[in-house]
């Protein structure tokens, strides 16, 4: 939705449109897609466990990196070519660049659904993860359906109607939950295996970009029947306006793609070390030896050595080579007979990849509520660039410091406690959303990505900062930076037998820790009247470690007091880890308000922000 922004309003001046009434607006629709999300993520890791878990996201992460790069700049520049051509007048054009737009979209995303159906097991290869293929398989279709949604998404956002465009997200999410969960459902009570029941999951999925799909062309062709069929303007060349979508589109999709890269690469290194470890570097175990059950392993290792050629090392590139042929043997006839070594081979290779499984697994539930605190950024980092364009283009100087200031001090004032808050009570949430993973693994994980939560949260705003003042490739160069860092330290954190996956989070922190750090040196460096930092951050930080401090105290009082015979049971975790929630809360808002850690300029660019300052009588 475009947006028109200002500086904040000054007294006795007319009214103008708030900076954050937009984001807010953004983040109701954000809010409820999350909330559908949410009650489809939280269920689903405990029906298909931490395996299923670990097959799910690692197909998930294939599908994200074909997906970006066949739609995340084009409905961007779809929307600003149809805007621009409208307020020409030129409806011819816009019939064209939307025409030319679906062909390309279909182009690729054809291309994407043949390598994600054909090349699937090859794919999974790629992940460590053999048992991802059928629902790399499940979500092809996908592919196509999501880049013909993004035309029409394009379209009717340049003509300033985001209202399907929000539709058919929800109803996305609403069939994901409806027909994902209830097939996973189906298939574990089946009794199917769980990379079985993780792929039915993630056809729903497939189904919520179809029956989407369905609706936003009905939405366009509703939309079409009300616009002037004549039009007396000579539309474009396609291939200029092929020229132009190619233009916008590529540098957003480079920088949208970096992430998800990143994420397939270090997942599947992180992986890939997990059972190289395993097998290597048997004093690992004890890390694991509390959820673990390493008799299986250790049978199989003992089988495959004994199969050995005298003086042939019993390491996980020799396991590799005698495994990989087997596997195209078995490709072409799966009738093959296999020797006794070679049979010792596939089930070493299928007991690695199980534990290996397993551990991340865990660390996917982990990051699946790491990831809702920067989802709720996206309100305001998608508000930031009209707002402080618009500003830069009004040669307001000051208004885009203050706007840009405010940013990022309503960012501090969220990611600092909701990144606390992880890392305070890591464990208990946990266990409280995910009985069925391993509490004692997947909690502290999620306490160490909660210090990252506040990198990541702060970094995304910065980057909206440097691209509203037109620096759209220094964002790109850093997280190419923050990245090779995160693959570095994960690849060799996870050899380490006594941190495994326990360091993995380390990747996350040193990264956007990282690209947080040189951004705000950039941002202090690149742009006029840059924000003063020490003011944006010491107050919430104070106030998110006393608010840290005590919901930490107010859990270990309440998990005392209700345990029974020393144990605390799955009820009084959670009356002890929502109560101490709440605690925060207050905690934190108190705090806020006493330490005046946000301004009357902050909340006037608020929805009826005039009238909280009066209240809080700032």
């Known amino acids: 939705m475009p947006q028109r922004d200002t500086a904040p309003r000054r ?25 559908i999300g949410m009650f489809y993520k939280i269920p689903l890791i405990n029906i298909i466990g931490d395996q299923g878990t670990a097959d799910f996201n690692n ?33 011819a054009q816009v019939r064209r660049i939307f025409r030319v737009a679906l062909l390309l979209f279909l182009i690729l995303g054809t291309l994407s659904f043949l390598v994600m159906y054909f090349r699937a097991d090859w794919l999974a290869g790629l992940m460590n993860d053999s048992k991802a293929a059928a629902g790399i398989q499940a979500l092809a279709p996908a592919v196509i359906c999501v880049g013909c949604l993004a035309a029409f998404r394009g379209y009717t956002q340049g003509h300033s109607n985001m209202t399907p465009t929000s539709v058919s997200q929800i109803i996305e999410a609403l069939c994901k939950l409806v027909v994902g969960l209830g097939l996973a459902w189906w298939l574990v009570k089946a009794g199917q295996p769980a990379e079985v029941a993780a792929a039915g999951a993630i056809t729903g999925v497939t189904v919520g970009t179809i029956v989407a799909l369905a609706y936003m062309i009905l939405s366009f062709t509703f939309f079409r029947s009300q616009e002037p069929r004549l039009a007396d303007d000579v539309p474009d060349a396609a291939g200029s306006i092929l020229k132009d979508i190619l233009r916008i589109a590529i540098p957003i999709t480079l920088s949208s793609s970096m992430v998800g890269i990143v994420t397939v690469i270090d997942s599947s290194l992180v992986q890939g070390q997990l ?53 195209a043997q078995l490709q072409k ?6 020797s006794a070594g070679d049979q010792a ?49 009004r040669r307001d100087r000051r208004g885009a410091a203050g706007i840009s200031g405010s940013a990022l001090r309503i960012t501090a004032l969220l990611a600092f406690p909701m990144g606390v808050g992880l890392f305070v009570l890591g464990t208990p949430i946990m266990r409280l959303l995910f009985p069925s993973l391993t509490t004692q693994l997947a909690g502290p994980l999620l306490s160490t990505l909660g210090l990252a939560t506040v990198f990541v949260c702060m970094m995304l705003v910065c980057n909206s900062i440097l691209q509203a003042h037109g620096f759209v490739n220094l964002p790109v160069m850093v997280m190419v930076l923050g990245g090779a860092v995160k693959i570095f330290t994960n690849y060799n954190v996870v050899a380490i037998s006594k941190v495994g996956i326990f360091g993995v989070p380390m990747g996350n922190i040193l990264c956007f820790g990282l690209c947080l750090a040189l951004d705000l ?13 020490l003011p944006i951050f010491l ?43 709440l605690v925060a809360v207050v905690i934190y808002g108190v705090l806020i308000i006493a330490l005046h850690a946000i301004s009357r300029e902050d909340l006037s660019l608020m929805p009826k922000g005039d009238k909280l300052a009066r209240l809080l009588r700032l």
């Open 11 to 35: 007294s006795g001046g007319p009214k103008q449109n708030t900076f954050f009434g937009g984001a807010a607006i953004l983040a109701a629709g954000i809010l409820i897609v999350k909330l």
């Open 59 to 91: 197909a998930y992460n294939i599908y994200a990196v074909l997906l970006t790069i066949s739609t995340a700049g084009l409905p961007v520049a779809v929307s600003k070519l149809v805007s621009e051509a409208n307020a020409l007048n030129r409806r």
């Open 275 to 327: 059972q190289r470890v395993l097998l290597e570097k048997p004093d690992c175990w004890a890390l694991y030896a509390e959820f673990v059950d390493f008799a299986p392993l250790e049978q199989a290792i003992s089988a495959w050595r004994d199969s050995l050629a005298a003086g042939t090392a019993g390491t996980m590139a020799a396991l590799n080579q005698q495994v990989e042929p087997l596997l």
């Open 333 to 338: 006839d799966p009738q093959a007979v296999l």
């Open 345 to 393: 081979a596939l089930a070493l290779r299928d007991a690695l990849e199980s534990i290996s499984r397993a551990l991340y697994g865990n660390y996917s539930g982990a990051l699946n509520i790491y990831n809702l605190p920067t989802s709720l950024m996206a309100a305001i980092t998608a508000s930031v660039i009209p707002a402080v364009s618009g500003a830069l283009a």
């Open 521 to 533: 040196i950039v941002i202090s460096r690149v742009i006029p009247k840059r924000p003063q930092y």
């Open 539 to 581: 107050k919430p930080l104070a106030a998110s470690a006393l608010m840290g401090g005590g919901a930490w105290a107010v859990y270990g009082l309440l998990s005392r007091l209700l345990a029974r015979g020393g144990e605390l049971s799955r009820t009084g975790n959670a009356a002890a880890t929502l109560t101490a929630i």
